[in-house]
């Protein structure tokens, strides 16, 4: 499964979504629109991540802007969260 995913330049979600198909390639304006300073991201799901919810995943993991594709990672386990004291 594929969400587009709005982040910031930190890579902190902002919106996320399931593309719709309307009769071409799945388009990111049919889920959100990004603002200035903020990127769109076509990110295609790992199994053990397709069936969490939508706010499990907005509420619990960043896109990592640093892998050669972005993908998902949870909040836990990003730099981001070492630096501010988290496990």
């Known amino acids: 499964m594929q969400l587009v995913v709005v982040s910031d330049e930190k890579g902190r979600i902002i919106s996320l979504g399931r ?3 309307v009769g071409g390639p799945p388009s ?3 889920v ?3 603002e200035p300073g903020q990127q769109v991201h076509y990110i295609d ?3 053990e991540l397709e069936w969490k ?4 995943l907005h509420s619990k ?3 990592d802007l640093k892998a050669k594709r972005p993908g998902l ?3 836990e386990d990003s730099t981001e969260s070492k630096k501010k004291g988290g496990k």
């Open 19 to 21: 593309p719709r198909d």
């Open 53 to 56: 919810p939508l706010l499990d």
């Open 32 to 34: 959100a629109e990004a």
């Open 73 to 75: 990672v949870r909040i």
């Open 61 to 63: 993991y960043r896109v």
């Open 45 to 47: 799901l790992t199994p």
């Open 28 to 30: 990111a304006s049919t």
